[in-house]
Each structure stands twice: as structure tokens, then as C-alpha cells.
């Protein structure tokens, strides 16, 4: 067989495995049946009733869906050799060799050098070289998991909370090229968010207000959150990296708000392109359809997202200045213009998402991470979780809540909010409570998993909060991506009732092998496919078929060692009859004798039934011009 032909049957043969694999990498989203939570369709139908719209335009999705990653870690090159050192060290071996050292040593020298480039050199510029591809694939396998998911769920935030690079420990110029990475490969045509939102809440202001869904640009944007290896630890943090950080992938301490507008407060599931802050849309708004009261007016339902940065909550940090940075922000921005628990208002309408890296306190055996503190000379040099201490303020100060029914407004349950964050790359899903065996007045938080808590979330007097901390997107923990939808559920219409859903969802992608795998079998079988193009071209044409039925006797003529035809065996006997008798003593040319080879071809044909008579008879009298000429000279002599 032909090589084009057999490279050609191997492609036919990769082709279906290779189109099934690659499909299923690049629709993997479909294939996992990944999606966003979505609203009740009752609800939405009934939304869409009290809008006045057609059956045909109603919206499942909710109106906040946040794209969440974890963890994503991208190294560089201070995990490769310093590219400054020579390619081969142990070639210096060579230098000692000398004219004046004796011809042994040289040879040592020789050896050494041979045994050093073999066992040491060599292997380290391939692992090398293994090591950048590796680095580059891991960028595209990142950036493959969140622009399939970018493109197929259409959310409407992006955030990634905290360890953006993988240390903190980089130079200025390492951490620019790994930044360079992070947005133009991983997190391609997204951009961080503007110093004039972020900035807004800055110096004990209210932070920025937006409607939900009025700025499309959110989807692009990247909320990041500073995680250990961007910044440090609070023995760590320094004020270089933290400007160097806040610069590449944006601010650490802010907040946003977004409202829905009165008219999603009242049914409608699709965002709103009204401004919230924009006091002549708002009277227009309430010109249109005039609000209950004056009540709901002022407290259209929304949703907080504050971002901080955890880093330096506990102590000792290496400085007190940040800290007490963030503390201030907390107090003075996050519960300062925290929404109010007075009895008279309704806190369900007002979510508060809190976005930071290092996980609340828990006990031990709750998640994969345990509580875990190690310090340094400077301060904390590792941690797993926040301290008791730390985690305390953000629930009974940030969320209001408190086991103290008597102490606190709104019996102590605090606004409805929960946690994401970072930090434990196996991820962890609990619900930090107060015990209703515990005396109210300790406040003593607890955290079990959410899954074991679905009888304590249903007890109404019982404060508590639902913290996720989302798994890696590492494609050693298979490439997570957290989906979390938001939606109001609204009340009965003469009141301000009502309250948010919030769900969670997760989608992996897979590890990383399978990534790498599928794209290296697609660049097989493309090669296959050329080198089999390439073959058949250089390859010599094929011989034509052979003939078949009554023309096969006429394509062997020039075939060595069939059986010759009775004319062609006429035609060579004389010649290769060279016997004694047809030569005369004296010389002189004799006749052959015809006669003998004449009657042997009417025997054979005779014989062999394959020659009708008339044949028989034209090969008979057909002489060739050697006999004629020998004849003629015969006769001659005769009649001499």
C-alpha cells in the first residue's frame, strides 16, 4: 500500500474521535448543561403580565448573574532558571584545562564536563523549555474557560477573588509582564474598574449607585480582589505592592451599589436601562406609573458589592497605616452607608454581597482548610482562615446581625447578604449561625456546611449568613467557574414587602490534561492530512489497469515468458536454429528447411484447435524477407 493511502486512512480514522473531543472542549458549557439559576417561570409570567408583555418576550434570566473565579495563579519567570546564567554552567569544567596540567587531569576536566552536560545541563534546558510551553498553555486553557463561559451564560458581573499571580514576592517588572497576561491573554477584552467608581466612596462617602443593568460595560469589567500572593500577607503588605497591585488590576477597598428600578421592584425579571442616579429619569419613571407610597419611592430593592481587602485584618502587620486604612473603610463607608435596620423599613429588599479572599472563621473539619496561623519577624506570615476576632465585625457590623434579639435592631437577623471568597483552593460552602441552644446574649458564631444546615436556615429567629468559597480555577482543581444569580421576588402589591433570591451554581471545566490533549490530536490529525496531501503528490502515478476479455492477449505481447503466437514462433525459429546442416563445408549459404517448421505449426495447431484453417493457410505461405532471400540464393544455385 501506497504511503498517501495509508496516511490518509490513519486521518479518516482520527477524524470523528478528534471532532467529538474538540467539540466537546469548546462547548463544554452545553455538554455539563452549565447555566445561571434562573427565577421560577411563575414568576416570571407573572412579571411579564403585570409589564403588559408578549408571551414571546418574557426573560428567565435573572437580572444579577455574577461570573466568579478563584485562585487563578499565573506564574512566571521566577519559576524558571534566571535567564541570565548560562545556557550549559558545567562547561566552565573546559576552562581548566591547560597546556600546563598534565594530560590526565585534562581528561578528568573532559569528563567531568561530558558527565555534568548529560546528567545536569541538558535535562534542565528541556525541563526548561517544558516549563514556558507549559506556562503559555496554562494561560490559553485559563482564558479558554472564561471566554467560553463569558460567551454562552452572558453574564452580567465578572469578579476573581484574589491570588491573581501566583507570588507576591516578584519584582516590579515581573509582576507588569504577568499583569500583561492576566488581561491580554486569561482575561482577554475585559478591562479593571475605573478609579472614578471605585473612588466614589472614598474618604467616608457613599459609594457609587448605579441601576441594574444601565451600564453593559459591566460585563467586561473585572472586579479583582487582592489575594496572599498579589499583595502578602499582613506581615507581607507594603505599600509598594499595594499601589503596584491597585495600578495593574484596580482597587482593593470599594463599593457599588446597584438598584432595580420600581418597575422590576414590581415584576420585571430584565434589567433596567434607567439611571438610578439620574434624577430626571427617576421623575420620569414616577411620572409614568406613581409609586404605592412614598416609602417604596425611597428604597427601590438593591444589591451592595463590597470588595475588601482582608489581607491585614489580623495582626501583627508589618503596617499599621494600611490596616487602619481598612478598618476605617469598613467602618466608615461599609456599615456607615450600610442600608438601615429601623423597623420601619424592610430589610429584605437590600443584599449585600461581600467579596474579599481570605475566608471567615470556622472550625476545624468544616472545609478542606483548617484554622492555620504561622508569623514572622514582620507579622502574620500565613493564614487559612480570618481570626474569631476579625470575622466578628464583618458579621455583626457589615451584616447587623447579632444572637442577641434584645441588642440589636431587627430582632439581631441582620440584612440578607452572603460571602464569596477565595484562599481554599478545594473550595467550601458553609452557614455561619448562632446556635439556638447557645445563650443569646454569648454570640457565639458557629459554621456547618450548608447542605447540613437546611434545618437551621429554616428557623426564622436564627441569624445567620451563607458564606462560598469557590474553588480554584487551576486546572489542577478542574477549572471551576462560579455562577451566582440574584433575583427579587417581590410582595403583595399594597406593601413594601418582598425579599432577594440568591443561587449558586458550579461549573468545571476539566483538568488540563484533557485541554492539552485535545488540542494536540487536532494538530496531529492536521498533519497527518498534509503529510498525506504532500505524499500523494510526490508519489509516481499508479500503472493503468489491466485490460480485460479479448484485448488481454494484445496487452501481453510485451509480457516476458508467456506463450508466443504460431506466427511469432515462426517468425524466431529460423533464427535460433543455427545447426551445422544450415551452414555447407564450403561455405556457401544452403536453404532452411521451412518444410519441417511448416507442418510442426499445422501439428500444433491441429493439435491445439486454436487456429481455424485459414489461419493455417496464411502461415504457410508466409515467408519472412530471410527466407525469401535464402530460397532465392538456393534456387539460384540449382540452376547453376
Same mark, same amino acid.
Given at each position: 500500500?501506497?504511503? =498517501? &493511502?495509508?496516511?490518509?486512512?490513519?486521518?479518516?480514522?482520527?477524524?470523528?474521535?478528534?471532532?467529538?473531543?474538540?467539540?466537546?472542549?469548546?462547548?463544554?458549557?452545553?455538554?455539563?448543561?452549565?447555566?445561571?439559576?434562573?427565577?421560577?417561570?411563575?414568576?416570571?409570567?407573572?412579571?411579564?403580565?403585570?409589564?403588559?408583555?408578549?408571551?414571546?418576550?418574557?426573560?428567565?434570566?435573572?437580572?444579577?448573574?455574577?461570573?466568579?473565579?478563584?485562585?487563578?495563579?499565573?506564574?512566571?519567570?521566577?519559576?524558571?532558571?534566571?535567564?541570565?546564567?548560562?545556557?550549559?554552567?558545567?562547561?566552565?569544567?573546559?576552562?581548566?584545562?591547560?597546556?600546563?596540567?598534565?594530560?590526565?587531569?585534562?581528561?578528568?576536566?573532559?569528563?567531568?564536563?561530558?558527565?555534568?552536560?548529560?546528567?545536569?545541563?541538558?535535562?534542565?534546558?528541556?525541563?526548561?523549555?517544558?516549563?514556558?510551553?507549559?506556562?503559555?498553555?496554562?494561560?490559553?486553557?485559563? *482564558?479558554?474557560?472564561?471566554?467560553?463561559?463569558?460567551?454562552?451564560?452572558?453574564?452580567?458581573?465578572?469578579?476573581?477573588?484574589?491570588?491573581?499571580?501566583?507570588?507576591?514576592?516578584?519584582?516590579?517588572?515581573?509582576? $507588569?509582564?504577568?499583569?500583561?497576561?492576566?488581561?491580554?491573554?486569561?482575561?482577554?477584552?475585559?478591562?479593571?474598574?475605573?478609579?472614578?467608581?471605585?473612588?466614589?466612596?472614598?474618604?467616608?462617602? !457613599?459609594?457609587?449607585?448605579? *441601576?441594574?443593568?444601565?451600564?453593559?460595560?459591566?460585563?467586561?469589567?473585572?472586579?479583582?480582589?487582592?489575594?496572599?500572593?498579589?499583595?502578602?500577607?499582613?506581615?507581607?503588605?507594603?505599600?509598594?505592592?499595594?499601589?503596584?497591585?491597585?495600578?495593574?488590576?484596580?482597587?482593593?477597598?470599594?463599593?457599588?451599589?446597584?438598584?432595580?428600578?420600581?418597575?422590576?421592584?414590581?415584576?420585571?425579571?430584565?434589567?433596567?436601562?434607567?439611571? *438610578?442616579?439620574?434624577?430626571? %429619569?427617576?421623575?420620569?419613571?414616577?411620572?409614568?406609573?406613581?409609586?404605592?407610597? %412614598?416609602?417604596?419611592?425611597? &428604597?427601590?430593592?438593591?444589591?451592595?458589592?463590597?470588595?475588601?481587602?482582608?489581607?491585614?485584618?489580623?495582626?501583627?502587620?508589618?503596617?499599621?497605616?494600611?490596616?487602619?486604612?481598612?478598618?476605617?473603610?469598613?467602618? $466608615?463607608?461599609?456599615?456607615?452607608?450600610? %442600608?438601615?435596620?429601623?423597623?420601619?423599613?424592610?430589610?429584605?429588599?437590600?443584599?449585600?454581597?461581600?467579596?474579599?479572599?481570605?475566608?471567615?472563621?470556622?472550625?476545624?473539619?468544616?472545609?478542606?482548610?483548617?484554622?492555620?496561623? =504561622?508569623?514572622?519577624?514582620?507579622?502574620?506570615?500565613?493564614?487559612?482562615?480570618?481570626?474569631?476576632?476579625?470575622?466578628?465585625?464583618?458579621?455583626?457590623?457589615?451584616?447587623?446581625?447579632?444572637?442577641?434579639?434584645?441588642?440589636?435592631?431587627?430582632?439581631?437577623?441582620?440584612?440578607?447578604?452572603?460571602?464569596?471568597?477565595?484562599?481554599?483552593?478545594?473550595?467550601?460552602?458553609?452557614?455561619?449561625?448562632?446556635?439556638?441552644?447557645?445563650?443569646?446574649?454569648?454570640?457565639?458564631?458557629?459554621?456547618?456546611?450548608?447542605?447540613?444546615?437546611?434545618?437551621?436556615?429554616?428557623?426564622?429567629?436564627?441569624?445567620?449568613?451563607?458564606?462560598?468559597?469557590?474553588? /480554584?480555577?487551576?486546572? $489542577?482543581?478542574?477549572?471551576?467557574?462560579?455562577?451566582?444569580?440574584?433575583?427579587?421576588?417581590?410582595?403583595?402589591?399594597?406593601? $413594601?414587602?418582598?425579599?432577594?433570591?440568591?443561587?449558586?451554581?458550579?461549573?468545571?471545566?476539566?483538568?488540563?490534561?484533557?485541554?492539552?490533549?485535545?488540542?494536540?490530536?487536532?494538530?496531529?490529525?492536521?498533519?497527518?492530512?498534509?503529510?498525506?496531501?504532500?505524499?500523494?503528490?510526490?508519489? !509516481?502515478?499508479?500503472?493503468?489497469?489491466?485490460?480485460?476479455?479479448?484485448?488481454? /492477449? !494484445?496487452?501481453?505481447?510485451?509480457?516476458?515468458?508467456?506463450?508466443?503466437?504460431?506466427?511469432?514462433?515462426?517468425?524466431?525459429?529460423?533464427?535460433?536454429?543455427?545447426?551445422?546442416?544450415?551452414?555447407?563445408?564450403?561455405?556457401?549459404?544452403?536453404?532452411?528447411?521451412?518444410?519441417?517448421?511448416?507442418?510442426?505449426?499445422?501439428? &500444433?495447431?491441429?493439435?491445439?484447435?486454436?487456429?481455424?484453417?485459414?489461419?493455417?493457410?496464411?502461415?504457410? !505461405?508466409?515467408?519472412?524477407?530471410?527466407?525469401? =532471400?535464402?530460397?532465392?540464393?538456393?534456387?539460384?544455385?540449382?540452376?547453376?
Amino acid at each position: 500500500m501506497r504511503p =498517501s &493511502s495509508v496516511l490518509f486512512s490513519t486521518f479518516t480514522f482520527l477524524l470523528p474521535p478528534v471532532l467529538l473531543s474538540t467539540l466537546a472542549l469548546y462547548l463544554y458549557p452545553v455538554v455539563l448543561r452549565c447555566d445561571f439559576p434562573t427565577p421560577p417561570p411563575e414568576l416570571a409570567r407573572h412579571q411579564n403580565q403585570q409589564l403588559g408583555q408578549d408571551e414571546s418576550s418574557i426573560s428567565y434570566a435573572a437580572p444579577f448573574r455574577l461570573l466568579v473565579f478563584g485562585d487563578p495563579q499565573l506564574e512566571g519567570d521566577s519559576s524558571l532558571p534566571n535567564p541570565s546564567d548560562p545556557i550549559f554552567p558545567i562547561l566552565w569544567h573546559l576552562s581548566l584545562i591547560s597546556r600546563e596540567n598534565a594530560i590526565r587531569d585534562n581528561v578528568e576536566f573532559l569528563r567531568d564536563a561530558a558527565r555534568g552536560l548529560i546528567m545536569q545541563d541538558l535535562p534542565m534546558l528541556l525541563w526548561t523549555y517544558r516549563k514556558r510551553l507549559d506556562l503559555l498553555g496554562n494561560d490559553f486553557y485559563l *482564558a479558554h474557560i472564561y471566554r467560553t463561559l463569558h460567551w454562552y451564560l452572558e453574564p452580567t458581573h465578572v469578579a476573581v477573588l484574589g491570588d491573581l499571580i501566583g507570588s507576591q514576592w516578584v519584582n516590579d517588572d515581573e509582576f $507588569e509582564r504577568r499583569g500583561w497576561r492576566f488581561w491580554n491573554r486569561v482575561f482577554k477584552h475585559g478591562h479593571k474598574v475605573e478609579d472614578e467608581i471605585a473612588l466614589k466612596g472614598a474618604g467616608g462617602r !457613599k459609594g457609587e449607585v448605579q *441601576a441594574l443593568g444601565g451600564d453593559e460595560a459591566w460585563s467586561r469589567r473585572i472586579i479583582n480582589v487582592a489575594g496572599n500572593h498579589d499583595v502578602g500577607y499582613a506581615g507581607d503588605l507594603t505599600e509598594e505592592r499595594l499601589v503596584r497591585f491597585e495600578k495593574v488590576f484596580g482597587r482593593t477597598n470599594w463599593d457599588v451599589t446597584f438598584e432595580l428600578s420600581r418597575k422590576e421592584a414590581h415584576g420585571n425579571s430584565t434589567s433596567s436601562t434607567t439611571s *438610578a442616579a439620574s434624577p430626571a %429619569s427617576a421623575e420620569e419613571d414616577n411620572t409614568q406609573e406613581p409609586p404605592p407610597n %412614598s416609602e417604596n419611592a425611597q &428604597s427601590p430593592p438593591s444589591i451592595r458589592l463590597a470588595m475588601l481587602n482582608s489581607m491585614n485584618l489580623d495582626s501583627p502587620a508589618y503596617d499599621t497605616t494600611i490596616q487602619s486604612g481598612t478598618y476605617t473603610f469598613i467602618n $466608615e463607608n461599609l456599615i456607615a452607608h450600610a %442600608s438601615p435596620l429601623t423597623p420601619s423599613s424592610s430589610a429584605s429588599r437590600h443584599l449585600t454581597l461581600l467579596l474579599t479572599h481570605i475566608p471567615l472563621h470556622k472550625p476545624l473539619g468544616v472545609c478542606a482548610d483548617g484554622p492555620y496561623f =504561622s508569623h514572622s519577624e514582620t507579622g502574620i506570615g500565613e493564614q487559612n482562615h480570618l481570626s474569631r476576632d476579625a470575622s466578628r465585625p464583618l458579621l455583626e457590623g457589615l451584616f447587623g446581625m447579632s444572637g442577641n434579639p434584645y441588642a440589636a435592631p431587627n430582632n439581631g437577623l441582620g440584612r440578607p447578604g452572603l460571602v464569596l471568597t477565595g484562599h481554599d483552593h478545594e473550595g467550601c460552602d458553609v452557614y455561619h449561625h448562632v446556635p439556638p441552644d447557645v445563650t443569646r446574649d454569648g454570640d457565639e458564631w458557629n459554621a456547618i456546611s450548608w447542605k447540613k444546615a437546611k434545618r437551621l436556615r429554616g428557623m426564622e429567629d436564627v441569624p445567620g449568613i451563607r458564606e462560598i468559597t469557590v474553588r /480554584s480555577m487551576m486546572g $489542577e482543581f478542574g477549572g471551576n467557574a462560579g455562577l451566582l444569580s440574584a433575583w427579587f421576588e417581590p410582595g403583595a402589591e399594597d406593601k $413594601e414587602g418582598g425579599r432577594w433570591r440568591v443561587e449558586y451554581s458550579a461549573c468545571p471545566a476539566g483538568v488540563q490534561h484533557f485541554w492539552w490533549a485535545v488540542h494536540v490530536t487536532d494538530i496531529l490529525t492536521v498533519l497527518v492530512l498534509l503529510a498525506s496531501g504532500i505524499a500523494r503528490l510526490v508519489e !509516481k502515478p499508479p500503472p493503468p489497469p489491466e485490460p480485460k476479455g479479448r484485448n488481454r /492477449s !494484445k496487452s501481453r505481447t510485451a509480457t516476458p515468458g508467456r506463450r508466443r503466437t504460431v506466427s511469432e514462433w515462426e517468425n524466431k525459429t529460423p533464427s535460433k536454429r543455427k545447426t551445422a546442416s544450415s551452414t555447407p563445408a564450403n561455405g556457401e549459404l544452403a536453404a532452411p528447411d521451412v518444410k519441417p517448421s511448416v507442418e510442426g505449426a499445422q501439428t &500444433s495447431v491441429t493439435a491445439s484447435g486454436r487456429a481455424s484453417s485459414k489461419r493455417l493457410e496464411q502461415v504457410v !505461405k508466409k515467408e519472412t524477407p530471410r527466407h525469401r =532471400s535464402a530460397s532465392k540464393r538456393v534456387k539460384e544455385g540449382d540452376d547453376g
